[in-house]
C-alpha cells in the first residue's frame, strides 16, 4: 500500500514558481494516477479506506477522485454505502478547484451521479451540486451543463433554498467561449471561468441556444415557486427577449410569455409592456398565441373583479391547469384586490376599512368581502409581507378603523448609505473580472476587428456601425460570446 500512497501523495510536492512549472507537474502526475488506477484498480480500492486516511480531498484533490471513482464503480449500491457518501461529501466540500481543471471528466462524472438524486437526500444532493459549482466557478459567471441537474433536482423536489447561491448568479458566458485565454494554461488564475471551464476540459458539456432558454425557464419556476416575483420577472424576460436567428419564436420562448405577463400583473399590478428589442414579428407570435393571457391582462387593468373572475371562467380551470398555468393565474385573481388596494394611496392618505371593503372586490368571487374582519385579515398579510406600506389604526371611542398609507422614507439613515455603498462596491469588484474577459475577447473577434479596421480607415459610422455589427451576429455565434440582453 505503501508504494500507491507515494504516487498519491506526490502532487503536489511544494510551491510551482510558475503557471508552466504547476502546469507540467500537474500533467505528470494526472499520467501516473490513471496508469495506477489502470494498473492497480482492485488493490487500491480493496485499500481505499485506509489511503483516503492519508489522502486530503483539499490538498491532494486529483488523487482523491481518482479513489474515489474507482469505490465508486465497484459498489452495486453506493447509495447504501455510508462510508463512501462521507468520502463525497467531504471531496466535494473542500476540494482544490485549480486541480480539478486537469481533472474535468471524473469531477463530471461524480458531479452527474450526485445530480441524479438517488445517492442523497434531494437536499443534500442539491446543496453538495452549488457547492461545487461555486467552488470551481466562484463568480458563477459560466452556464454550464450541471446548471441544469441543479436546477432540475431543486426544482422538481422543491428544494430550492439550497440553489439560490448559483441560481441567483448573472450568467455572461457559455461554454466554448474563444477569447485571451487560448494559449495559457488552464490553472492560471487570472483566467476567466469562460476560458477553463469548456467542453474540451470536461467541466462542462457543450450547450445549444435552446438549452439556454430552457434553463432560464426552469430558474423563472424556480422563483415562482418562491414567489420571487421580480426574480422570476427577470429570468422570464430574458427568454422572450433572446435574440434569435431568422426572428423566430421557439415554444419556449412562449411559454415563458405566458408566464411573464402573468407574473407582471403579481409584480407591478399591470399588464407589462414588451421591451423594444423584441422583434415585430416575435410579438406577432406573443400576441397570437399568448392570446387567452393578453385579455386576462386587460380584464386585470380595465374591468371589474366580475369581470376577471368572468375571464377566468370563461376557458375554465382544467386550460390553465393543461397550461400548466393554474397556479399563477389563481395568484393574480387572489393579487387583484390588494392591487386595488394598493393604488388607493394614489387618491388617499387615510380610509376607513369599510370604505376599503366598499371600494375594492375580490376577483375570487366576483364581489365584495363581506366583512370587515376580513378586509383587516387582508390588510395584515400585506403589511406583513411588505406589499403594502401603511398601518392601521383600531376604532376608538367610536371613531371607524382606518388604513393609514405610509410615505416611503425619504431621506437614508448614515449607517443604510453606508450599507448601500458598501454593497454598490461589492458589485462593481465582482464585474471586474467579467468586464475584463468580455473586453479582451471582443477586441479578439473577426468582426469587431473588420469594424476597428474600417473605422481607421475613416469608412466607418461611428456608433451606428457599431450597433450594425451586434445585429448581424449569428445565432450560432450567441454560444461563443456574452449573453445579449443578459
Known amino acids: ?42 488493490a487500491l480500492g480493496s485499500h481505499a479506506a485506509q489511503l483516503l486516511e492519508h489522502v486530503n480531498p483539499a490538498v491532494n484533490s486529483i488523487s482523491y477522485l481518482t479513489v474515489l471513482g474507482i469505490v465508486v464503480q465497484r459498489e452495486r449500491a453506493p447509495q447504501t454505502n455510508m462510508t463512501l457518501l462521507t468520502w463525497i461529501t467531504r471531496f466535494l466540500m473542500t476540494f482544490d478547484a485549480r486541480q480539478m481543471r486537469y481533472a474535468g471528466s471524473q469531477f463530471s462524472g461524480l458531479l452527474n451521479l450526485v445530480g441524479e438524486g438517488s445517492l442523497f437526500p434531494a437536499s443534500v444532493a442539491v446543496d453538495l451540486l452549488a457547492t461545487a459549482i461555486l467552488r470551481v466557478d466562484p463568480t458563477g459567471s459560466i452556464l454550464t451543463s450541471h446548471h441544469f441537474q441543479l436546477v432540475r433536482l431543486a426544482l422538481y423536489t422543491d428544494n430550492i433554498e439550497p440553489a439560490l447561491p448559483v441560481i441567483e448568479k448573472e450568467i455572461v458566458f457559455f461554454p466554448g467561449v474563444k477569447g485571451s485565454g487560448e494559449g495559457r494554461h488552464p490553472c492560471d488564475l487570472q483566467l476567466s471561468p469562460s476560458e477553463y471551464i469548456t467542453p474540451e476540459s470536461d467541466l462542462t458539456g457543450k450547450l445549444k441556444a435552446s438549452a439556454v432558454l430552457q434553463y432560464d425557464l426552469l430558474v423563472a419556476k424556480c422563483f415562482i415557486q418562491r414567489r420571487a416575483w421580480q426574480q422570476a420577472f427577470d429570468a422570464l424576460e430574458r427568454v422572450i427577449t433572446y435574440p434569435i436567428k431568422d426572428q423566430a419564436c421557439s415554444k419556449i420562448m412562449t411559454e415563458a410569455y405566458n408566464k411573464w405577463v402573468l407574473v407582471g400583473l403579481l409584480l407591478n399590478g399591470k399588464t407589462p409592456t414588451l421591451p423594444v428589442s423584441v422583434a415585430s414579428s416575435t410579438r406577432k407570435v406573443y400576441s397570437i398565441l399568448g392570446k387567452p393571457y393578453f385579455s386576462l391582462a386587460e380584464a386585470f387593468d380595465l374591468k371589474t373583479a366580475e369581470a376577471l373572475n368572468a375571464e377566468f371562467a370563461s376557458l375554465g380551470p382544467q386550460f390553465w391547469a393543461e397550461e400548466g398555468n393554474l397556479g399563477l393565474v389563481t395568484q393574480v385573481l387572489i393579487y387583484y384586490q390588494r392591487w386595488m388596494i394598493v393604488n388607493l394611496q394614489k387618491i388617499y392618505t387615510k380610509i376607513s376599512i369599510d370604505h376599503v371593503r366598499r371600494l375594492t372586490q375580490s376577483a375570487e368571487t366576483g364581489k365584495e368581502l363581506g366583512t370587515e374582519a376580513e378586509v383587516l385579515a387582508l390588510l395584515d398579510d400585506m403589511i406583513s409581507t411588505g406589499m403594502l406600506n401603511g398601518r392601521v389604526e383600531p376604532a376608538v371611542a367610536g371613531k371607524p378603523a382606518h388604513l393609514v398609507f405610509l410615505a416611503p422614507a425619504e431621506e437614508l439613515s448614515e449607517a443604510e448609505f453606508a450599507t448601500q455603498m458598501l454593497q454598490t462596491a461589492e458589485r462593481i469588484k465582482d464585474l471586474g473580472p467579467i468586464v475584463k474577459a468580455t473586453n479582451e475577447r471582443l477586441a479578439t473577434t473577426r468582426e469587431y476587428v473588420r469594424y476597428m479596421a474600417r473605422e481607421q480607415k475613416g469608412g466607418g459610422k461611428g456608433i451606428a456601425d457599431f450597433v450594425g455589427f451586434n445585429t448581424q451576429v449569428e445565432d450560432e455565434d450567441l454560444m461563443t460570446g456574452i449573453m445579449t440582453g443578459h
Open 1 to 42: 500500500m505503501d508504494q500507491y500512497a507515494s504516487v498519491l501523495l506526490a502532487f503536489p510536492d511544494g510551491k510551482y514558481s510558475s503557471n508552466e512549472e504547476y502546469h507540467r507537474a500537474v500533467r505528470q502526475h494526472v499520467q501516473k494516477v490513471e496508469k495506477l488506477g489502470k494498473e492497480h484498480g482492485a
